[in-house]
């Protein structure tokens, strides 16, 4: 409705929260953007030492580490 409403709204649906954007005053659908993985949990960690990591993590049987050392050491303790 005109002067009515506004064109962003954030909203908990299924105890997940998110964003819902009306780019578009001539389309129904809003756009929804997950917000999940902004949550600080989600924050990217070393399965080793729980450091937080930035992009450039290895990669070993889907888990991730922050160097080799933390790798070995996850090796060697399986
Ligand atoms: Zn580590």
């Known amino acids: 409705m005109d002067d009515e409403g ?3 709204g954030i909203e908990i649906w299924q105890g997940r929260l998110r ?3 009306f780019d578009d005053i001539n389309r129904e659908d809003p756009q929804i ?3 999940e993985n902004a949550r600080e949990t ?3 960690r070393c399965n080793w030492c729980g450091k ?3 992009t450039d993590s290895i990669k070993w049987k889907g888990l991730l580490f922050c160097s080799e050392a933390c ?3 996850c090796r ?3």
């Open 76 to 78: 060697a303790a399986q």
């Open 19 to 21: 964003l819902i954007i």
């Open 33 to 35: 953007i997950d917000l």
């Open 71 to 73: 790798l070995d050491a």
């Open 52 to 54: 937080e990591m930035e």
């Open 42 to 44: 989600a924050r990217t």
């Open 6 to 8: 506004w064109p962003i």
